[in-house]
């Protein structure tokens, strides 16, 4: 495990193999996956190779970066997670939070570190966020982050892009 960043209150890590109950616990939530282009896990052994394939191996060990676990600071409770990962050539912000934790500011909070990450650390010049139109809760961050919505059509399940540019967040 590795702590990537932290924020007043959150403490971003990689996930590791011994994260796997937790990250079963929040990818089998249906209210959570009814706003992504997923499948609910059925197991934990299910949870076990989505986590090693796609994250540890597909993100962690391709790029060097990916969906980072979020703890609170104080009291070490997993929340969620959120990060960056390669989609289709470019930074995908992606988070999820578990239910108790929304609305209490910290998908916004992670988000906004995870961005300054990808421009400071990454050398980005863009990073966006695929969103279904429905999911205020979703664009309400993302625009508290500072991103703003593109013309883009990003795929058949998404229906919105959001962006910020280099420019703009070292601007503001």
Known sequence: ?????????????TFTPDDAQMFFDLNKDLEILEWIDEKPLKTLEEAETVLSEKILKGQYD???????????????????????????????????LKKKFRGKGFAT???????????????????????????????AVLEKAGMQSTEEKPSVF???IF??????????
């Open 163 to 172: 962006e910020i540019k280099r420019q703009d967040w070292l601007q503001r």
């Open 109 to 139: 909070e992670a988000a906004l570190a995870v961005i300054d990450y990808g421009f400071q650390q990454l050398d980005a010049n863009r990073i966006v966020a695929r969103v279904k139109a429905q999911n205020k809760a979703c664009i």
């Open 158 to 160: 998404y229906d919105l």
């Open 62 to 96: 391709v790029t060097g970066y990916g969906r980072w676990a979020i703890h609170i600071k104080k009291n070490g409770l997993f929340i969620g997670y959120c990060g960056l990962k390669n989609v289709e050539g470019e930074l995908d912000l992606g988070f999820r």
């Open 1 to 13: 495990m590795k702590i990537i960043l932290e924020t007043e209150r959150l403490v971003l890590r």
